[in-house]
Nanobody, 121 residues
Framework: QVQLVESGGGLVQAGGSLRLSCVAS????????MGWYRQAPGKQRELVAL???????NYADSVKGRFTISRDNGKNTVYLQMNSLHPDDIAVYYC???????????????WGQGTQVTVSS
């Protein structure tokens, strides 16, 4: 019913920047929180950043001051601007959205398929 499609991952040198995008589509009535999580090899998935429909944000301590999350509610899209990247940021980045679909009065969590971010030292 709902699909999240990420783009923008890739390979970058340490100190460089990348911008991730995620578009939600399908039978969407409303989207509450949107955000990004990441999972490095051998580690658990962890929160990177979240943004509410009103624009309030929350960041992992490890990315504060380097990453910026934003969203376009009209386009059901969330972005993650990543600056000053370093090898510790290497991971698969997953888009997340809490969505209410058209036919159900409940909220559900949806995930994208993930996009790889690699940082060379």
């Amino acid at each position: 019913q709902v699909q999240l499609v990420e783009s923008g991952g890739g390979l970058v040198q340490a100190g460089g920047s990348l911008r991730l995008s995620c578009v939600a589509s399908g039978s969407i009535f409303s989207i509450n929180g949107m955000g990004w999580y990441r999972q490095a090899p051998g580690k658990q998935r962890e929160l990177v950043a979240l943004i509410t429909i009103g624009g309030s944000t929350n960041y992992a301590d490890s990315v504060k001051g380097r990453f910026t999350i934003s969203r376009d509610n009209g386009k059901n899209t969330v972005y993650l601007q990543m600056n000053s990247l370093h090898p510790d940021d290497i991971a698969v980045y997953y888009c997340y959205a809490r969505v209410r679909v058209m036919v159900l009065p409940t909220w559900s969590d949806y995930w994208g398929q993930g996009t790889q971010v690699t940082v060379s030292s």
